[in-house]
Protein backbone atom coordinates (compact mmCIF):
# COMPACT_ATOMS: atom_id res chain seq x y z
CA UNK A 1 0.00 0.00 0.00
CA UNK A 2 2.79 2.47 1.05
CA UNK A 3 4.35 2.25 -2.49
CA UNK A 4 1.46 2.72 -4.42
CA UNK A 5 0.94 6.46 -3.22
CA UNK A 6 4.67 7.50 -4.95
CA UNK A 7 4.16 5.94 -8.53
CA UNK A 8 4.56 8.92 -10.95
CA UNK A 9 6.45 11.01 -8.89
CA UNK A 10 10.00 11.68 -9.38
CA UNK A 11 10.69 10.10 -6.29
CA UNK A 12 9.92 6.62 -7.50
CA UNK A 13 12.06 7.59 -10.50
CA UNK A 14 15.53 5.89 -9.41
CA UNK A 15 17.32 7.03 -12.69
CA UNK A 16 16.56 10.75 -13.38
CA UNK A 17 16.91 12.34 -16.62
CA UNK A 18 18.52 15.74 -16.49
CA UNK A 19 16.53 17.98 -19.53
CA UNK A 20 18.59 20.82 -18.60
CA UNK A 21 20.98 20.43 -21.52
CA UNK A 22 18.49 19.29 -23.99
CA UNK A 23 16.78 22.95 -23.13
CA UNK A 24 19.43 24.38 -23.64
CA UNK A 25 20.32 23.17 -26.67
CA UNK A 26 16.55 23.65 -28.23
CA UNK A 27 16.11 27.04 -27.01
CA UNK A 28 19.20 27.81 -29.23
CA UNK A 29 17.95 25.85 -32.26
CA UNK A 30 14.77 27.76 -31.61
CA UNK A 31 16.53 31.29 -31.90
CA UNK A 32 18.46 30.14 -34.60
CA UNK A 33 15.34 29.33 -36.52
CA UNK A 34 13.66 32.40 -35.25
CA UNK A 35 16.78 34.41 -36.56
CA UNK A 36 16.76 33.00 -40.21
CA UNK A 37 13.31 33.04 -40.34
CA UNK A 38 12.09 35.46 -43.16
CA UNK A 39 8.79 35.90 -43.95
CA UNK A 40 7.72 35.19 -47.76
CA UNK A 41 6.53 39.02 -49.59
CA UNK A 42 3.53 38.56 -51.79
CA UNK A 43 4.85 37.70 -55.21
CA UNK A 44 3.03 37.19 -58.32
CA UNK A 45 3.58 36.87 -61.92
CA UNK A 46 2.55 39.06 -65.09
CA UNK A 47 1.96 37.06 -68.41
CA UNK A 48 3.72 37.97 -71.18
CA UNK A 49 5.24 36.46 -74.58
CA UNK A 50 8.00 36.91 -76.84
CA UNK A 51 7.65 36.97 -80.98
CA UNK A 52 7.27 32.79 -81.18
CA UNK A 53 9.62 33.46 -84.62
CA UNK A 54 12.56 35.44 -83.35
CA UNK A 55 15.73 33.70 -82.84
CA UNK A 56 13.76 30.47 -84.08
CA UNK A 57 14.15 31.08 -87.67
CA UNK A 58 16.12 33.80 -90.25
CA UNK A 59 13.72 33.61 -92.83
CA UNK A 60 11.16 36.68 -93.04
CA UNK A 61 7.76 36.12 -91.60
CA UNK A 62 5.15 35.03 -94.11
CA UNK A 63 3.53 38.07 -93.28
CA UNK A 64 4.15 41.78 -91.69
CA UNK A 65 1.97 42.83 -89.27
CA UNK A 66 1.75 46.50 -89.10
CA UNK A 67 -1.03 46.72 -86.97
CA UNK A 68 0.17 47.18 -83.26
CA UNK A 69 0.50 49.94 -80.72
CA UNK A 70 4.07 50.84 -80.33
CA UNK A 71 5.03 52.13 -76.54
CA UNK A 72 8.83 54.13 -77.13
CA UNK A 73 10.53 53.70 -73.37
CA UNK A 74 13.73 56.00 -73.35
CA UNK A 75 15.90 57.65 -70.84
CA UNK A 76 15.55 60.99 -70.81
CA UNK A 77 17.80 63.37 -68.50
CA UNK A 78 17.07 60.98 -65.44
CA UNK A 79 13.91 60.24 -66.31
CA UNK A 80 11.66 57.78 -68.56
CA UNK A 81 9.94 59.00 -71.14
CA UNK A 82 7.03 57.17 -72.98
CA UNK A 83 5.39 57.65 -76.21
CA UNK A 84 3.01 55.66 -78.55
CA UNK A 85 3.84 55.56 -81.76
CA UNK A 86 4.92 58.94 -83.33
CA UNK A 87 2.97 61.07 -80.90
CA UNK A 88 3.96 63.73 -78.55
CA UNK A 89 5.63 61.62 -75.48
CA UNK A 90 2.84 61.55 -72.75
CA UNK A 91 2.90 63.54 -69.55
CA UNK A 92 1.25 61.44 -67.17
CA UNK A 93 -0.05 57.40 -66.74
CA UNK A 94 -3.98 58.89 -67.93
CA UNK A 95 -2.63 60.14 -70.87
CA UNK A 96 -0.32 57.38 -71.89
CA UNK A 97 -3.31 54.94 -71.57
CA UNK A 98 -5.77 57.31 -72.97
CA UNK A 99 -4.13 56.83 -76.30
CA UNK A 100 -3.21 53.52 -75.94
CA UNK A 101 -7.12 53.18 -75.55
CA UNK A 102 -7.83 55.61 -78.54
CA UNK A 103 -5.79 53.09 -80.67
CA UNK A 104 -6.70 50.04 -79.57
CA UNK A 105 -10.87 51.38 -80.15
CA UNK A 106 -9.68 52.39 -83.58
CA UNK A 107 -8.60 48.86 -84.63
CA UNK A 108 -11.17 47.67 -82.94
CA UNK A 109 -13.69 49.38 -85.48
CA UNK A 110 -12.00 48.42 -88.26
CA UNK A 111 -12.31 44.40 -87.53
CA UNK A 112 -8.80 43.62 -85.76
CA UNK A 113 -8.58 41.96 -83.03
CA UNK A 114 -5.50 40.43 -83.17
CA UNK A 115 -3.21 43.66 -82.16
CA UNK A 116 -0.01 43.60 -79.57
CA UNK A 117 0.77 46.20 -77.76
CA UNK A 118 4.65 46.31 -78.20
CA UNK A 119 6.46 47.39 -75.67
CA UNK A 120 10.27 49.29 -76.99
CA UNK A 121 12.10 50.48 -74.27
CA UNK A 122 16.07 50.90 -74.57
CA UNK A 123 18.41 48.95 -72.25
CA UNK A 124 18.72 52.13 -69.72
CA UNK A 125 15.21 52.32 -69.08
CA UNK A 126 14.77 51.21 -65.57
CA UNK A 127 12.60 47.60 -65.06
CA UNK A 128 10.44 48.86 -62.51
CA UNK A 129 9.44 51.50 -65.38
CA UNK A 130 8.65 49.06 -68.01
CA UNK A 131 6.90 46.60 -65.46
CA UNK A 132 4.70 49.83 -64.33
CA UNK A 133 3.83 50.76 -68.10
CA UNK A 134 2.89 46.54 -68.71
CA UNK A 135 0.83 46.99 -65.22
CA UNK A 136 -0.88 49.97 -66.63
CA UNK A 137 -2.01 47.81 -70.39
CA UNK A 138 -2.97 44.64 -67.99
CA UNK A 139 -5.00 46.91 -65.89
CA UNK A 140 -7.19 48.11 -68.79
CA UNK A 141 -7.36 44.99 -70.03
CA UNK A 142 -4.94 45.04 -73.09
CA UNK A 143 -4.05 41.15 -73.00
CA UNK A 144 -1.32 40.87 -75.87
CA UNK A 145 1.65 42.36 -74.61
CA UNK A 146 4.90 41.92 -76.16
CA UNK A 147 8.37 43.06 -75.61
CA UNK A 148 10.25 44.50 -79.24
CA UNK A 149 12.91 42.67 -80.31
CA UNK A 150 16.04 44.02 -78.32
CA UNK A 151 19.00 46.18 -80.17
CA UNK A 152 22.11 44.53 -78.69
CA UNK A 153 23.91 48.12 -77.22
CA UNK A 154 25.83 47.56 -74.15
CA UNK A 155 24.66 48.93 -71.01
CA UNK A 156 26.10 52.01 -70.21
CA UNK A 157 29.24 52.35 -67.88
CA UNK A 158 29.04 54.48 -65.10
CA UNK A 159 26.22 55.89 -62.58
CA UNK B 1 17.16 27.78 26.59
CA UNK B 2 17.44 28.49 22.50
CA UNK B 3 14.33 27.07 20.75
CA UNK B 4 15.22 24.68 17.71
CA UNK B 5 14.32 26.07 14.61
CA UNK B 6 12.48 23.42 12.88
CA UNK B 7 14.14 23.63 9.56
CA UNK B 8 11.88 22.72 6.36
CA UNK B 9 13.53 22.44 3.32
CA UNK B 10 11.10 21.89 0.50
CA UNK B 11 11.51 20.61 -3.06
CA UNK B 12 10.79 22.88 -5.36
CA UNK B 13 11.27 21.34 -8.55
CA UNK B 14 9.57 22.82 -12.03
CA UNK B 15 7.96 20.93 -14.23
CA UNK B 16 9.57 20.89 -17.48
CA UNK B 17 7.79 18.71 -19.64
CA UNK B 18 5.17 20.89 -21.01
CA UNK B 19 7.67 23.59 -21.63
CA UNK B 20 9.50 20.92 -23.81
CA UNK B 21 6.48 20.16 -25.64
CA UNK B 22 5.97 23.86 -26.45
CA UNK B 23 9.40 24.02 -27.31
CA UNK B 24 9.53 21.08 -29.86
CA UNK B 25 6.31 22.31 -31.22
CA UNK B 26 7.99 25.76 -31.82
CA UNK B 27 11.29 23.96 -33.17
CA UNK B 28 8.99 21.70 -35.88
CA UNK B 29 7.22 25.14 -37.19
CA UNK B 30 10.62 27.21 -37.31
CA UNK B 31 12.21 24.13 -39.46
CA UNK B 32 9.17 23.36 -41.57
CA UNK B 33 8.91 27.15 -42.81
CA UNK B 34 12.52 27.43 -43.10
CA UNK B 35 12.96 26.52 -46.51
CA UNK B 36 16.84 24.72 -46.39
CA UNK B 37 16.65 24.01 -49.69
CA UNK B 38 19.04 25.26 -52.71
CA UNK B 39 17.93 28.86 -53.54
CA UNK B 40 15.98 29.21 -56.42
CA UNK B 41 14.71 32.56 -55.64
CA UNK B 42 17.94 35.53 -55.34
CA UNK B 43 17.21 38.45 -53.24
CA UNK B 44 15.87 40.95 -55.31
CA UNK B 45 13.67 44.10 -55.07
CA UNK B 46 11.12 42.98 -57.37
CA UNK B 47 8.79 46.38 -59.28
CA UNK B 48 5.66 46.50 -57.92
CA UNK B 49 2.61 45.82 -60.36
CA UNK B 50 -1.39 45.93 -59.23
CA UNK B 51 -2.32 43.04 -61.79
CA UNK B 52 0.07 40.42 -60.63
CA UNK B 53 -1.21 37.04 -60.62
CA UNK B 54 -1.09 34.86 -57.48
CA UNK B 55 1.91 32.90 -58.63
CA UNK B 56 -0.08 29.26 -58.71
CA UNK B 57 1.43 26.42 -60.19
CA UNK B 58 -0.94 26.00 -63.68
CA UNK B 59 -2.55 22.83 -64.53
CA UNK B 60 -0.62 22.31 -68.07
CA UNK B 61 2.64 23.68 -66.80
CA UNK B 62 3.72 22.42 -63.04
CA UNK B 63 6.10 24.40 -60.77
CA UNK B 64 8.34 22.10 -61.56
CA UNK B 65 8.34 22.87 -64.79
CA UNK B 66 9.08 26.31 -65.08
CA UNK B 67 12.86 27.79 -65.30
CA UNK B 68 13.63 31.21 -62.77
CA UNK B 69 16.07 33.48 -64.46
CA UNK B 70 16.97 35.78 -61.03
CA UNK B 71 18.41 38.99 -62.33
CA UNK B 72 20.34 40.30 -58.95
CA UNK B 73 22.53 43.01 -57.89
CA UNK B 74 25.48 41.83 -56.32
CA UNK B 75 28.82 42.52 -56.27
CA UNK B 76 31.96 40.88 -55.94
CA UNK B 77 34.35 41.05 -51.60
CA UNK B 78 31.40 42.35 -50.33
CA UNK B 79 31.47 45.62 -51.71
CA UNK B 80 28.96 48.17 -51.64
CA UNK B 81 27.21 50.08 -54.25
CA UNK B 82 26.00 53.29 -53.16
CA UNK B 83 24.00 54.05 -55.86
CA UNK B 84 21.67 50.96 -55.07
CA UNK B 85 21.72 51.29 -51.47
CA UNK B 86 20.33 54.55 -52.17
CA UNK B 87 17.27 53.20 -53.85
CA UNK B 88 18.72 54.34 -56.79
CA UNK B 89 18.77 52.78 -60.40
CA UNK B 90 22.48 51.40 -60.69
CA UNK B 91 23.78 51.26 -64.30
CA UNK B 92 27.08 49.64 -63.70
CA UNK B 93 26.76 46.39 -66.28
CA UNK B 94 29.25 44.38 -63.82
CA UNK B 95 27.14 44.54 -60.86
CA UNK B 96 24.43 42.49 -61.99
CA UNK B 97 24.12 38.68 -62.60
CA UNK B 98 21.74 36.65 -64.21
CA UNK B 99 21.46 33.65 -62.07
CA UNK B 100 19.53 30.31 -62.38
CA UNK B 101 19.30 28.18 -59.42
CA UNK B 102 22.02 30.01 -57.23
CA UNK B 103 24.51 29.56 -60.38
CA UNK B 104 25.46 32.26 -61.97
CA UNK B 105 24.46 32.37 -65.66
CA UNK B 106 25.64 35.87 -66.15
CA UNK B 107 27.85 34.75 -69.67
CA UNK B 108 24.84 34.71 -72.21
CA UNK B 109 26.52 31.94 -74.35
CA UNK B 110 26.28 29.24 -71.35
CA UNK B 111 22.91 31.00 -70.82
CA UNK B 112 21.47 29.80 -74.14
CA UNK B 113 22.93 26.64 -73.53
CA UNK B 114 21.33 25.75 -70.38
CA UNK B 115 18.09 27.47 -72.06
CA UNK B 116 18.66 24.95 -75.01
CA UNK B 117 18.66 22.31 -73.10
CA UNK B 118 15.80 22.89 -70.51
CA UNK B 119 13.51 23.66 -73.75
CA UNK B 120 14.18 20.38 -75.39
CA UNK B 121 11.35 18.82 -73.14
CA UNK B 122 8.58 21.20 -74.29
CA UNK B 123 9.52 21.14 -77.78
CA UNK B 124 6.77 19.33 -79.43
CA UNK B 125 5.29 18.30 -83.31
CA UNK B 126 7.02 17.59 -86.35
CA UNK B 127 6.90 20.66 -88.27
CA UNK B 128 10.33 21.99 -88.33
CA UNK B 129 9.14 25.56 -88.35
CA UNK B 130 7.92 25.22 -85.02
CA UNK B 131 10.75 22.42 -83.93
CA UNK B 132 12.33 24.99 -82.05
CA UNK B 133 9.42 26.24 -79.88
CA UNK B 134 8.93 24.96 -76.73
CA UNK B 135 6.40 24.79 -74.44
CA UNK B 136 8.30 25.34 -71.53
CA UNK B 137 7.81 28.77 -69.31
CA UNK B 138 10.33 31.00 -68.39
CA UNK B 139 10.05 33.14 -65.20
CA UNK B 140 12.73 36.30 -65.29
CA UNK B 141 12.24 37.64 -61.68
CA UNK B 142 14.26 40.82 -62.48
CA UNK B 143 15.01 43.39 -59.52
CA UNK B 144 13.17 46.58 -60.14
CA UNK B 145 16.26 48.57 -60.34
CA UNK B 146 17.92 46.49 -62.84
CA UNK B 147 18.17 48.56 -66.28
CA UNK B 148 16.08 47.11 -68.68
CA UNK B 149 18.71 46.05 -70.63
CA UNK B 150 19.50 43.00 -68.12
CA UNK B 151 16.03 41.18 -68.42
CA UNK B 152 16.16 41.99 -72.07
CA UNK B 153 19.54 40.03 -72.89
CA UNK B 154 17.45 37.08 -70.86
CA UNK B 155 14.74 37.48 -73.09
CA UNK B 156 16.93 37.59 -75.98
CA UNK B 157 18.42 34.47 -75.01
CA UNK B 158 14.81 32.79 -74.06
CA UNK B 159 14.07 33.99 -77.74
CA UNK B 160 16.62 32.11 -78.87
CA UNK B 161 16.65 29.00 -77.03
CA UNK B 162 12.46 29.07 -78.64
CA UNK B 163 10.89 29.59 -75.63
CA UNK B 164 8.17 32.31 -76.04
CA UNK B 165 6.02 31.73 -72.19
CA UNK B 166 7.35 34.10 -70.03
CA UNK B 167 6.18 35.08 -66.68
CA UNK B 168 7.66 38.58 -65.41
CA UNK B 169 7.86 38.71 -61.63
CA UNK B 170 6.46 41.36 -59.38
CA UNK B 171 5.45 42.40 -56.05
CA UNK B 172 2.20 42.76 -55.07
CA UNK B 173 1.65 46.54 -53.54
CA UNK B 174 1.88 46.58 -50.09
CA UNK B 175 -1.12 47.52 -48.12
CA UNK B 176 0.72 50.71 -46.55
CA UNK B 177 2.01 51.65 -49.90
CA UNK B 178 6.18 51.06 -48.85
CA UNK B 179 9.35 50.56 -51.29
CA UNK B 180 9.19 46.84 -51.24
CA UNK B 181 11.87 45.17 -49.67
CA UNK B 182 14.59 42.38 -50.70
CA UNK B 183 12.28 39.02 -51.54
CA UNK B 184 13.53 35.92 -51.24
CA UNK B 185 12.44 32.28 -50.21
Same mark, same amino acid.
Given at each position: MAGSSNIGEASDNPVGINVVPMVDVIFCLCLFFMCSLKFKQLEGKIETWLPKDRGVEQTPPDKIVLEEIRVFMRWIDGRTVTKV??? !?????DLELMQTINQMSNDYKKL?????PVL?? !??????WKDVIHVLDLCKKDKLERIEFAAPIELPVKSGN | MSKKGIAIQEDITPNLIPMIDIMFLLLLFLMISS????????DVRLPIA??????KPDSDNKEGERLTINVYHLLENQASCSVYEGGGICR????WRIGVKGVDFTDMEKLFQLLDKEAASGRKGDNPKAL????RKVMIRAD?????GMPQKAMNVCARAGMYKIDVGAAQPSPDGGAPKKSSH
Open positions: GNR !APAGSGKTEFID !ALHDVP | DMAQRELEDVVKEDEERHRVSEGAAPY
